[in-house]
Nanobody
Framework: QMQLVESGGGLVQAGDSLRLSCAAS????????MGWFRQAPGKEREFVAA????????YYADSVKGRFTISRDNAKNTVYLRMSSLKPDDTAVYYC?????????????????WGQGTQVIVSS
């Protein structure tokens, strides 16, 4: 079992930066891939970024590539999402999730244990 707690969201202006954190409790964090997903009002949840167990492999949605960076600190059981050049379209609740295995994937079905989410609002 693993609990995930996101933090770092807030209200920012377009062009600003934010860093989201996801702290994991439980064992074996370092063995599993982690992902970030987001859900905007009235829209389905969508993949944002993923990182494999070691941090050596990452994937990004086209919409955030070049602006967002996912990273992890296995010693701290924490995964991060650095978001820069934020746009109003990035407004959403951001969720982190633990992968079923160590390989990073964009498939939300390959994740379990989701956090409660942290709200990000980007004003124009």
């Amino acid at each position: 079992q693993m609990q995930l707690v996101e933090s770092g969201g807030g209200l920012v202006q377009a062009g600003d930066s934010l860093r989201l954190s996801c702290a994991a409790s439980g064992r074996a964090f370092s063995l599993y891939a982690m992902g970030w997903f987001r859900q905007a009002p009235g829209k389905e949840r969508e993949f944002v970024a993923a990182i494999n167990w070691s941090g050596g492999s990452t994937y990004y949605a086209d919409s955030v590539k070049g602006r967002f960076t996912i990273s992890r600190d296995n010693a701290k059981n924490t995964v991060y999402l650095r978001m820069s050049s934020l746009k109003p379209d990035d407004t959403a609740v951001y969720y982190c999730a633990k992968g079923l295995g160590g390989v990073a994937t964009m498939d939300s079905q390959k994740y379990h244990y989701w956090g409660q989410g942290t709200q990000v609002i980007v004003s124009s």
